[in-house]
């Protein structure tokens, strides 16, 4: 009998993978500073608690290390309107993604490229510390918005508090096809706070699943292979 197994997206995707390895930015990351309201950029923070931990460092399969393990698969947003494709073995740091969105009967491919991984201890407004870990993604040519969104999990060491965070600047892009301009101009800011709102949901229910033993976490070996590449690739950097 033949086999019938569907191949994973990223397989089925390798094209257009390959065809935005190249790719570059459709705006300029190095000019952040100038994207503002008034200068006609959408700034957006969003942000939800997460299960709250022991206060001082991240517990091991606590809700912060839980919120790494979602954001590195990419499994948050709602996938029936975004759906990241990327080979599961690929590092996170400059990593291409190409987005599948849909909105009605249209399947939109977008390209974006990681621009940045964070991984630091920060002082809050308030002189507290806290541990931040996340990442940043920006839009490449032919993406019908440009712009960049970041996404991070929080823990503040001296309260135990655990927060997800979702900050993003972002503009319409150039859209060539008429219709589909003015489809994004009616329905494009209600499409990212959908979005943004629905991918904070999932967020907690998908950290509640791990913390609380109803989903399965990574093995040991894979999380520790995790955290060496990425410090490997900060010792380059240094």
């Known amino acids: 009998m033949a086999n019938t ?22 705006f300029d990351p190095e000019r952040s500073n100038e994207y503002t309201a008034e200068s006609g950029w959408r700034i957006d923070d969003y942000q939800t608690e997460l299960l709250a931990e022991q206060p001082g460092p991240p517990e091991e399969h606590g809700s912060w290390q839980a919120a790494q393990v979602v954001l590195r698969r990419y499994s948050f947003p709602p996938p029936d309107l975004i759906t990241g494709i990327f080979p599961p073995d690929s590092e996170l740091d400059h990593r291409i993604m190409v987005l599948r969105a849909q909105f009605l009967f249209f399947t939109f491919w977008f390209g974006v490229r990681i621009g940045g991984v964070t991984n630091e ?5 308030d002189g507290q510390q806290e541990q931040v870990w996340g990442y940043n993604y920006r839009t490449l040519e032919g993406h019908f918005e ?12 001296t309260t135990g508090q655990v927060v997800f965070h979702v900050h993003a600047y972002s503009q319409l892009g150039s859209i060539r096809n008429p219709f589909y301009w003015i489809g994004f101009r009616l329905f494009g800011r209600m499409l990212q706070r959908r979005f943004a709102q629905e991918s904070l949901k999932r967020m907690r229910k998908q950290v509640d699943d791990l913390v609380n033993g109803n989903e399965p976490w990574p093995t040991a070996s894979q999380i520790a292979a995790s955290q060496q590449d990425e410090k490997n690739r900060s010792d380059r950097k240094d």
């Not at 089925?12 to 930015?25: M, P």
Request: charged share 25%.
């Open 146 to 157: 440009r712009g960049e969104i970041e996404f991070t999990v929080h823990k503040n060491l």
């Open 121 to 125: 201890q920060r002082t809050t407004n």
């Open 5 to 26: 197994t569907t191949p994973p997206l990223w397989e089925q995707q390798q094209a257009r993978l390959a065809a935005y390895q190249d790719a570059k930015y459709n």
